[in-house]
């Protein structure tokens, strides 16, 4: 599929987990919806195929989406394996989900599953340890453990000119200072001296040309000669062909490592990514410290709100923000947030006057960044340590221009989700070669036609019982999301993650969450006991 577009005439309201059927909306900037008809039919079908995506619903619209710009997240989940004699118990506990909620941690997926995890690999930038972080990469890498050492010590070896670059930048901060100084102090001669650092002659044109001194010159001069060295260093052999073995599969890993082929600027191994990807390791340290604060807070004052918790107000208005977390993260379906609506936001600790006011999903805990962020008074000496534990200070998260931004925000400690059904679903040990699986969208706009599902309008619960009824709101449309099929083409997956998935229950259930909320974190409250 090609429509001669860049990747950012794209654009989507939050990434998707590849291991699930997700389903969500897109917008392609500028583009004639026939084009798309004519590049994937399918023999005049309503549905189009192509890499495994598929496409329907096509229509214009006059805004495009943009990250964050959605309510939430709709699930459909069946959990296998579940032991007969738990049923009662999944009852109570989905009850207490529904009714009470979770904490709201980060899922593990915001760390990555490989064996450095995405924040310690963003400590190091943070530190602008390059070598470290290069090494953190390398480490995750699928290579031998023999070229993974020759990667590392060869980096080792390396003169980092990132560093350098770094020491000219605050050295020509510092003489700009002193300029400055020298001008409020003789202002009367109406002469403006500047000094510009390398970003700020990319961002802004003069209008007139004026004189450098003799030094600034040479360090000018001497800049584009370790440019040039840069671009013209000698890598061995053995290295790139090291580099070059990497799999396609490890693309951030690969894309990172093939700049040093060109560069001693280790820095700029970094900077190649694409932002959005790059992004996630800043958002990783974020999400821990997060964690660990919400983990000590909760032990601390429990699902009571507490004196000095904080607080988010927001307000309607014609401009203004909200604080809260905007990132998107395990999501399935969209619910799209078509309103735009735009929120003035005011973060407020909780006190004697006020406590009254709010309840436990009020309570917000900051993520750390280069905001002024407002620590909360009840753990302002835990943040600290927290962050004193990982070896970072709130300094550390100041964003650097062209490079990474690390804006604190603030997020919910817990959240209820809503619109919640669930089933559980007794196997049925006189037929063991079919499983229920989810009628996903995908199935729907095929418009196949409908299967038999008596066994499961079986497993739903009598109407009399009045503590089932509670436990599946608005039940009646549970059986027409599911069907039987014959396990044998799912039989040789299973068997492995499941070994008793054929004499074993099921569970399914159906929710929706806020946004950057986990549906993996909801389930281990589920599943715990």
């Known amino acids: 599929m090609n429509l001669s577009k860049k990747n950012t005439d794209i654009?989507?309201?939050?990434?998707?987990?590849?291991?699930?059927?997700?389903?969500?909306?897109?917008c392609i900037h500028k583009t004639n919806k026939y084009d798309i008809y004519n590049l994937i039919s399918n023999n005049n079908n309503k549905w189009f195929c192509n890499n495994n995506v598929y496409?329907?619903?096509?229509?214009?619209?006059?805004?495009?989406?943009?990250?964050?710009?959605?309510?939430?997240?709709?699930?459909?989940?069946?959990?296998?394996?579940?032991?007969n004699n738990v049923k009662s118990n999944f009852h109570i506990l989905s009850e207490n989900l529904r009714t009470k909620g979770f904490v709201n941690y980060y899922g593990h997926q915001r760390f990555g599953t490989k064996q450095i995890k995405n924040y310690e690999i963003g400590?190091?930038?943070?530190?602008?340890n390059y070598k470290?972080?290069?090494?953190?990469?390398?480490?995750?890498?699928?290579?031998?453990?023999?070229?993974?050492?020759?990667?590392?010590?060869?980096?080792?070896?390396?003169?980092?000119?990132?560093?350098?670059?770094?020491?000219?930048?605050?050295?020509?901060?510092?003489?700009?200072?002193?300029?400055?100084h020298i001008k409020s102090e003789n202002s009367i001669e109406k002469k403006n001296i500047y000094i510009k650092t390398d970003e700020q002659q990319n961002d802004h044109m003069c209008s007139s040309q004026m004189n450098e001194s003799t030094t600034d010159t040479k360090k000018k001069k001497k800049k584009i000669d370790i440019s040039?060295?840069?671009?013209?260093?000698?890598?061995?052999?053995?290295?790139?062909?090291?580099?070059?073995?990497?799999?396609?599969?490890?693309?951030?890993?690969?894309?990172?490592?093939?700049?040093?082929?060109?560069?001693?600027n280790l820095k700029n191994a970094f900077m190649n990514l694409p932002k959005d990807i790059f992004s996630l390791f800043i958002h990783a340290i974020q999400s821990i410290v997060f964690n660990l604060l919400v983990s000590i807070r909760m032990k601390k004052f429990g699902l009571q709100i507490a004196l000095g918790d904080l607080v988010e107000i927001y307000e309607q208005h014609h401009s203004g923000y909200s604080s809260l977390d905007e990132s998107s993260d395990d999501n399935t379906s969209d619910n799209t947030n078509n309103d735009n609506m735009l929120y003035e936001s005011k973060i407020i600790p909780i006190t004697q006057n006020n406590i009254s006011l709010y309840n436990i999903y009020d309570v917000v805990l900051p993520l750390p960044g280069d905001k002024n962020i407002v620590l909360p008074p009840?753990?302002?000496?835990?943040?600290?340590?927290?962050?004193?534990?990982?070896?970072?200070?709130?300094?550390?998260?100041?964003?650097?221009?062209?490079?990474?931004?690390?804006?604190?925000?603030?997020?919910?400690?817990?959240v209820k989700p809503y619109n919640f059904k669930s089933i559980f679903i007794k196997n049925e040990l006189n037929d063991l070669n079919k499983i229920p699986i989810i009628k996903s969208d995908l199935y729907k706009l095929k418009n196949e036609d409908k299967e038999n599902n008596t066994f499961i309008k079986e497993q739903l619960p009598n109407k009399t019982n009045q503590a089932s009824s509670q436990i599946i709101t608005e039940q009646q449309n549970v059986e027409d999301e599911l069907i039987y099929v014959s396990n044998e083409q799912y039989h040789e997956y299973l068997i492995k993650e499941i070994p008793d998935y054929q004499t074993t229950s099921s569970i399914y259930l159906t929710c929706s969450l806020p946004k950057s909320s986990y549906i993996t974190v909801a389930l281990m409250e589920l599943l715990k006991n």
């Open 11 to 26: 654009s989507y309201c939050g990434i998707k987990d590849k291991r699930a059927i997700t389903v969500q909306k897109f």
């Open 132 to 180: 470290q972080s290069l090494s953190y990469v390398i480490q995750n890498t699928e290579l031998k453990d023999e070229d993974k050492q020759n990667l590392i010590t060869y980096i080792n070896e390396l003169t980092d000119h990132s560093i350098y670059e770094n020491a000219i930048d605050k050295k020509k901060k510092k003489s700009q200072h002193t300029n400055e």
């Open 123 to 128: 400590i190091s930038i943070l530190k602008r």
């Open 378 to 414: 009840n753990l302002k000496e835990e943040y600290i340590k927290v962050l004193e534990t990982i070896n970072l200070t709130l300094e550390d998260f100041k964003s650097e221009k062209h490079f990474f931004n690390a804006s604190g925000c603030y997020r919910k400690i817990v």
């Open 55 to 83: 496409i329907s619903n096509l229509e214009y619209k006059r805004k495009k989406l943009s990250l964050g710009n959605l309510n939430g997240n709709h699930f459909k989940v069946i959990i296998r394996g579940v032991h």
């Open 228 to 264: 040039k060295e840069n671009h013209n260093i000698s890598v061995p052999q053995e290295i790139i062909n090291i580099i070059n073995s990497i799999s396609n599969h490890s693309y951030v890993e690969k894309t990172i490592l093939n700049s040093i082929k060109n560069s001693n």
